[in-house]
C-alpha cells in the first residue's frame, strides 16, 4: 500500500514542478502578459515603481518648462582612501572638475561612513571628467534633478522643488501630486508673449528707475492668462540664491492700490444700476469734500465734463460725485460680485487676500470708487476688468490648458449695454487727442484702455513722489479677445518724459509696444489705415 | 578518481558501495549551484547594508562546509543512531522554539530566531527533520507492536509543534510540518476517508488563519489582488524573469538583487532566472525534481517502514521548501519567505537540509542492517484498522 501511496504524492509533487517550469518558461519567454512588467498598464497607476520621474510642464504650445533630467550623483567611499596625500588630491581635482571648494569636499571626505554625498546633479560632462581622474573612492549614485530651461522667464509661475524634488512653490506645488503620478501638466502660458512682455517691461522699469513691475497678459473669454511676468525675478534652477524680493509674485501676493483703472468698475456700477446716464454732465471745477475730505483732479477742467470725459480725463472729482450717489451698499455689492473682496482664485498656492478698510464707511465707498483705500492683486484688476468689456462675462483666471476642477460658466456682472458704452469709454482714452493712454496707440489695431496712477503709502500717508503707475489694454476694443494689465512699481520722472512718472507715461508704451508685437502672434491681422 | 575496492570492508568502504551515489553527486551539484548563485546575489545586498561584497559569501561557504560535514557524517549512521539523534535533536529544538516565544528577536513582525554563541539560529529548521524522524519511527513502531499507539503520539507531537510555530507566527514552516505529518499517516495507510477529512481540516485551518492572523492575511489579500498593496517584491521578482529571457543576462549582470533585500536568501530563484535565463533555471528545477523523485523511489524499495516514512516526510518537506520558494518568485503562490534547499543564503537553512540529506542518504544505503521493524512485510498496515475502529465499519 505504501508504495501506491508514495507514487500518488510524487505525482502531486511533480504536477507541482511542472506547473512552476511552465510558469517560468512564459515568463521569461514573454508568453503571458504579466500584470507588472514595464510593458503593462498597471505602471502608470503604480507609485511604488522606484524611479519614476517627475512629470514635465510646458507651456501652451508644448514648450517645456520644467523637466526632470537624470543627473547622477556623486559620493564618496572614504574607507577606501589610502592616505591623507590621497585624500587632498581628490578634493583638489574635484574642485577643479566641479564648482566647489577644495575645502568643502576635504570636511566631506573626512567623515566616517561608506557613503558620503559629494555633489549632486552632474552633468555628462561633469560625469567623464570625474570618472577620468580615476579615484575607485568615488562612485555615481543614480539620481534625478529639476531642470527649467526657461530659467528665469516663468519662474513665479512655475515655482521651484527642494532638493528631493519636491515641489516647494507654484504649480510644482499646487499639482505636485499630479507632477508625482507622473502626468505633465500644460499651462495656459505661450513663452513667446511671456518672453515680449517681459522685455518690455524691463526696459520701462531701466528707464524709469523703478524698484519692480508687472504684466499679466489674459483672455478675457475663458481667462487663461498667457503671460503673467513679475520683476524681480529669480532662476528656478537655483531658489537657494533668490533674494526673498524676487521670489515675491507681484501679480498674485502683491496688494496694490490700484488708482484710477478702479473707475471702470465704479462707473459701470453706476451705468448698470442706472444712477447715470451716458449723456449726464458733471461740474468738476470744484474739489469734491467730504467730511473732513478733500478730493482734488490732477488736471483740472474748468468746463462740465460728459461721463466719458470724466472717464478719459480720469477725474476723480466726477467719479467720486458719481460714487455719492451711487452709494455705499450698491458699489460694495458690485465690487464683491467682481471678485475684489474676496481671495484670489488661480491654479497657484500664492493668492492673496485684498486689504480692504477694517470698517467700510461711506468715505470708503468714495475712495474706492477711483481705487484707493483698497488695495487688490493684478489678477483681481484683470479678471474683474473682463467682465466690464466682455459684455458683462465674469471669466476665471486660470494657468492650466485642461483644468482639474469646473469652473463656473457664466457669471453675468453687467448687461452687454453697459459693456458697449464702457468699451467707448476705453476706446477714447487711447484714440483721444486728450485721452491719458495715447502713449499705447499702437497702428492698425483697435484698442482701449485705462491709465492707473496711485499715490504708495509711507507711514500712514500718501506720498507724491511715490507712484504705483499701471496701464490696463484690451484689445481689439470692438470685439475684445485679450487683455493686459502692466504696473509698473516707483517709477521716477525722466528728463524725456517731463519729469512725469505716471501710468500713461510709464506703463501704456509698454502696452503699445508689447501689442504690436503679440497681436500678429494671436493671429491678428493689422487693420489697413488710410 | 575514488580508488575503493568493492571487498573493502573499511566503514568508508562499505559505506561508499552501498551510498546512493546519484543522490550525492546532485546534492553536490546542487551546492555548486548555491555557491554560484550566492556570489552573484548576496554582494549586492551585501553592500547595500554596508558591509564587506564577499561577507554572504564566505558565512555561505562555511555553513555549506559544516552542512556536508553533518550530512556525511548523518549518513555513515547505523538507523538506531539516526533514530537516537533525531530523537534528541527534537527535544533540543523543541526547547528553543520555546525559549524563542520567550526571549527571541523579532524580525519583520516574527520572532523567529535565537542568538547562540554569537550566532542567530532559526530551531523552526530544525525541528523539521527531526519530527520527520520522531514521527516515522513512532508510527512504524506501531505497524510492528500493536500495543504501541504511535500513530496517536505521533499527533500528539506535531500538535505541539505546529502550535508553536503558529505562535512565531511562521504560516510557511507550519505549513511544511503539517504535510509532513499528513504524508506519514497517509503512507502509514490510513482510509482515504481520513484523507479527506484531513484535507478538509488543512483548508479550514487555511481559512482562519486568514482571517485571525492579520500577517498571513495581508500576504494572502495582495496574492489575490495584486494592486491592493505594496507588492513591489513581486513587481521586481517577475520582472527579473522577463528581463533575464532564454538565456539570461550572465552570473552578476542582473538588477533585481539591487531592488530585492531578500534577493540572496527568499528572492535568490529570481537572481538565477534573471542572470542564468530560462535554460538554466529550468534545469535546476529538473535537478531539484530528481533528487526528490530518486529520494521517494529509493524509499518505495526499501523494506523498512521507518526508512519508508522517514525519507517520504523529509522530501516531501524538500519538494514543498522548493516549490514555496520557486511558487513566491513566480507569484503561483502567496508571497512567503522560504529558502531554496541549499541555494539560498541562510546559516540554519543549510544546516538543517544537510540534517536532512544525510538522514536520506543514511536510510537510502542498501547496506543498512534493518532496524526493529524489517521482520514483518511492511508493504501493509494491519494495525491501522484495529486504532481506528470506526472506518472499519
Known amino acids: ?530 | 578518481m575514488f580508488s575503493i575496492d568493492r571487498t573493502d570492508k573499511s566503514i568508508l568502504g562499505q559505506w561508499w558501495w552501498s551510498v546512493d551515489r546519484w543522490l550525492l553527486f546532485s546534492l553536490f551539484t546542487l551546492m555548486l549551484a548555491g555557491i554560484i548563485l550566492v556570489m552573484a546575489a548576496s554582494p549586492a545586498v551585501a553592500e547595500r547594508i554596508h558591509l564587506p561584497p564577499f561577507h554572504f559569501v564566505v558565512k555561505h561557504l562555511i555553513f555549506l562546509m559544516m552542512s556536508v560535514f553533518i550530512m556525511l557524517s548523518l549518513s555513515l549512521l547505523k538507523l538506531r543512531n539516526i533514530w537516537r539523534i533525531g530523537l534528541v535533536l527534537l527535544i533540543g529544538s523543541m526547547i528553543m522554539l520555546i525559549t524563542t516565544l520567550v526571549f527571541g528577536a523579532d524580525i519583520k513582525g516574527s520572532s523567529r530566531w535565537i542568538h547562540l554563541f554569537g550566532f542567530s539560529l532559526q530551531p523552526s529548521e530544525f525541528v523539521k527533520p527531526a519530527l520527520a524522524v520522531v514521527g516515522a519511527w513512532l508510527i512504524a513502531k506501531q505497524c510492528n507492536e500493536n500495543k504501541f499507539n504511535g500513530l496517536l503520539i505521533s499527533t500528539i507531537i506535531y500538535l505541539m509543534v505546529l502550535c508553536l510555530l503558529i505562535k512565531q507566527p511562521d504560516f510557511g514552516m507550519s505549513f511544511v510540518t503539517f504535510s509532513i505529518w499528513a504524508t506519514q499517516i497517509f503512507l502509514a495507510g490510513i482510509p482515504f476517508a481520513l484523507v479527506c477529512l484531513i484535507i478538509m481540516i488543512g483548508i479550514v485551518a487555511v481559512v482562519i488563519a486568514y482571517m485571525t492572523l492579520p500577517h498571513v492575511h495581508n500576504r494572502i489579500e495582495r496574492f489575490l489582488n495584486p494592486s491592493s498593496g505594496d507588492n513591489y517584491q513581486i513587481e521586481k521578482s517577475l520582472d527579473s524573469f522577463n528581463h533575464g529571457g532564454l538565456f539570461g543576462t550572465g552570473p552578476g549582470e542582473g538588477q533585481v538583487k539591487m531592488y530585492l533585500p531578500d534577493a540572496h536568501a527568499d528572492f535568490i530563484f529570481a537572481v538565477a532566472g534573471e542572470e542564468f535565463g530560462l535554460i538554466l533555471t529550468l534545469l535546476l528545477i529538473a535537478l531539484f525534481g530528481f533528487i526528490i523523485v530518486r529520494s521517494m523511489l529509493r524509499a518505495i524499495n526499501n523494506k523498512d517502514m521507518f526508512c519508508i516514512l522517514a525519507v517520504a516526510g523529509i522530501s516531501v518537506q524538500f519538494a514543498l521548501q522548493t516549490l514555496i520558494h520557486m511558487g513566491s518568485s513566480l507569484q503561483i503562490l502567496p508571497a512567503k519567505g522560504m529558502t531554496l534547499p541549499f541555494i539560498s543564503y541562510g546559516g540554519s537553512s543549510l544546516l538543517s537540509m544537510g540534517i536532512s540529506m544525510g538522514i536520506v542518504l543514511a536510510m537510502t544505503r542498501k547496506d543498512q542492517d534493518k532496524y526493529v521493524f524489517s521482520n514483518k512485510d511492511t508493504r501493509s498496515l494491519p494495525t491501522v484498522r484495529a486504532v481506528y475502529p470506526f472506518f472499519n465499519k
Open chain 1, 1 to 530: 500500500m505504501a508504495r501506491t501511496r508514495i507514487i500518488i504524492i510524487l505525482g502531486f509533487l511533480m504536477l507541482g514542478f511542472a506547473i512552476m517550469s511552465w510558469r517560468l518558461t512564459s515568463l521569461s519567454l514573454l508568453l503571458t502578459e504579466n500584470n507588472y512588467t514595464s510593458h503593462g498598464k498597471k505602471e502608470n497607476n503604480s507609485s511604488s515603481f522606484a524611479y519614476a520621474p517627475r512629470a514635465d510642464i510646458t507651456d501652451r504650445n508644448g514648450i517645456v518648462l520644467a523637466t526632470t533630467l537624470k543627473m547622477p550623483m556623486l559620493y564618496a567611499d572614504p574607507t577606501i582612501i589610502p592616505s591623507m596625500e590621497v585624500l587632498n588630491n581628490i578634493a583638489l581635482d574635484i574642485s577643479q572638475v566641479l564648482p566647489v571648494d577644495k575645502e568643502t569636499i576635504a570636511k566631506k571626505l573626512h567623515r566616517s561612513g561608506r557613503f558620503i554625498p559629494l555633489f549632486k546633479g552632474l552633468t555628462p560632462k561633469q560625469q567623464k571628467d570625474i570618472n577620468e581622474l580615476g579615484y575607485p573612492s568615488l562612485g555615481f549614485r543614480e539620481s534625478f534633478r529639476r531642470v527649467y530651461p526657461e530659467q528665469n522667464l516663468v519662474s513665479h509661475i512655475l515655482g521651484y522643488t527642494d532638493s528631493d524634488g519636491l515641489g516647494i512653490a507654484g504649480i510644482e506645488k499646487q499639482y505636485e501630486e499630479t507632477l508625482t503620478k507622473p502626468s505633465s501638466i500644460a499651462l495656459t502660458i505661450d513663452v513667446r508673449l511671456q518672453h515680449i512682455l517681459k522685455r518690455e517691461l524691463k526696459k520701462s522699469i531701466n528707464n524709469f528707475e523703478a524698484i519692480g513691475g508687472s504684466g499679466v497678459i489674459m483672455n478675457v473669454k475663458n481667462g487663461e492668462i498667457l503671460a503673467m511676468v513679475s520683476l524681480p525675478d529669480f532662476d528656478p534652477n537655483l531658489p537657494s540664491k533668490a533674494k526673498k524680493i524676487e521670489l515675491f509674485n507681484r501679480n498674485t501676493t502683491g496688494v496694490f492700490e490700484m488708482g484710477s483703472t478702479f473707475k471702470l468698475f465704479s462707473i459701470a456700477a453706476a451705468l448698470e444700476y442706472g444712477t447715470v446716464k451716458e449723456s449726464d454732465k458733471f461740474n468738476v471745477s470744484e474739489p469734491f469734500k467730504f467730511g473732513s475730505h478733500t478730493i482734488k483732479d490732477f488736471h483740472r477742467e474748468k468746463k462740465p465734463l460728459k461721463l466719458s470725459e470724466v472717464f478719459s480725463h480720469s477725474s476723480n472729482i466726477g467719479t467720486a460725485q458719481i460714487a455719492e450717489k451711487l452709494g455705499t451698499e450698491k458699489l460694495r455689492k458690485f465690487y464683491k460680485n467682481l471678485g475684489l473682496l474676496n481671495r484670489l482664485e488661480l491654479d497657484l498656492p500664492e493668492r492673496a487676500y485684498p486689504l480692504l478698510p477694517r470698517k467700510w464707511r461711506d468715505i470708503n465707498t468714495i475712495t474706492a470708487s477711483y481705487g484707493h483705500g483698497m488695495a487688490v492683486t493684478s489678477v483681481h484688476l484683470v479678471r474683474a476688468a473682463s467682465a466690464i468689456v466682455n459684455n458683462g462675462i465674469l471669466p476665471t483666471p486660470r494657468l492650466l490648458m485642461t483644468p482639474k476642477k469646473k469652473y463656473n460658466p457664466e457669471i453675468r456682472i453687467i448687461s452687454a449695454k453697459t459693456s458697449k458704452i464702457m468699451r467707448g469709454f476705453l476706446a477714447k482714452v487711447i484714440n483721444d487727442e486728450k485721452g491719458t493712454g495715447k502713449k499705447a496707440f499702437v497702428a492698425g489695431y483697435d484698442m482701449g484702455g485705462k491709465t492707473g496712477t496711485a499715490e504708495k503709502i509711507t507711514s500712514k500717508k500718501y506720498d507724491e513722489k511715490l507712484l504705483y503707475s499701471s496701464f490696463l489694454g484690451v484689445f481689439p476694443i470692438s470685439e475684445p479677445e485679450y487683455i493686459i494689465l502692466v504696473s509698473i512699481d516707483e517709477p521716477k520722472g525722466q528728463k524725456d518724459s517731463y519729469g512725469f512718472a505716471t501710468g500713461g507715461w510709464t506703463a501704456a508704451p509698454v502696452i503699445g509696444k508689447v501689442v504690436s508685437e503679440i497681436a500678429p502672434l494671436l493671429g491678428m491681422i493689422p487693420q489697413q489705415q488710410e
